[in-house]
C-alpha cells in the first residue's frame, strides 16, 4: 500500500480507538502512526525496506512499550502503527516473523499494487478520512491557526521525503510512474490532495506561531512599559 492509505487508514484505526477510550489522539500523529513502518526508508540500505518494521517480532514489542509508557494514548497510536501491516497484508504481504523463519512465514492476500482493490483501499480511506476529520472536527487545523496545525507538517514531511527516497533508491523516474496507469494516477492525485490539505495546515500553524510571538512580544512590552519609572 502507499503512504496515501497508510497514512488515512491509520487515521482512521487510531482515532476510533481514541475515542473508544476517551482520549483525544493529535491528528498529525494519527497519521503519522501508520507511515511509522516505512521510516525503514530513511535508513536504507543498512535497513532493508519491508522487513524488521514490517515484522510482529519488532512491532509487538514496541506496541507493548507505548502501550506502557503513555496508557490509552500510546495504545489508540499503536493501532495506527498495526494498520500498516494490515494495508501491507491485503495487498501484499508481510514478513510476519521476520528475521525469524523469514520466507516461509511472508502472509498476504496479495491483492496486488497497483491494483483496483488497492485504489480502492486508498482514495476510499481518503473519503472516509475527510468525512471523519469533518465529523471530530479536525478539519479545523486545516481552516484556522492553531499549534497543532503546525505540528501537521511532521506527517507532511514524511510523506514528501519517503516518496521521493523511495523513488530515488530504487531509480524510478517520479512523475512518469505516477501518471503510468489509471490506478496510479488517481493514487498520486490522492497524495497530491492530501499532502495540499495538510500544507494548507501547516501554513496556518505558521500562522499561529507568528501571532503567538507577536502578542507575547507586545505582552513583554506593555509589561516594561507598566513598570513605575524609578
Ligand atoms: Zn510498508
Known sequence: MFLLGHSCWS??????????LNVNLPAYLALLSGILPDFDIYFQPYLVHHTYT???IV??????????FFGRLGFAFSIGILSHL???FLVGTIPLLYPFYSNSFD???????PSLADTALEIGAFGLVLLYAYR???YKLVLKPSRESLLLAIPLFA??????LFAGDRSIPLAEFAFSRRALTIITLGHIL?????ALGVLHGFRWYLGNRQSKLKDGVDASSAQPLG
Open 11 to 20: 487515521y482512521l484505526f487510531s482515532k476510533a480507538t481514541g475515542r473508544r
Open 136 to 138: 471530530n472536527g479536525d
Open 86 to 88: 494490515l494495508g501491507d
Open 194 to 198: 492530501l499532502s495540499g490539505i495538510l
Open 59 to 68: 512491532i509487538i514489542p514496541v506496541v507493548l512499550v507505548l502501550t506502557y
Open 107 to 113: 502472509v498476504g492476500l496479495n491483492l496486488g499494487i
Open 159 to 164: 510523506l514528501v521525503t519517503l516518496t521521493l
Open 54 to 56: 514490517h515484522s510482529l
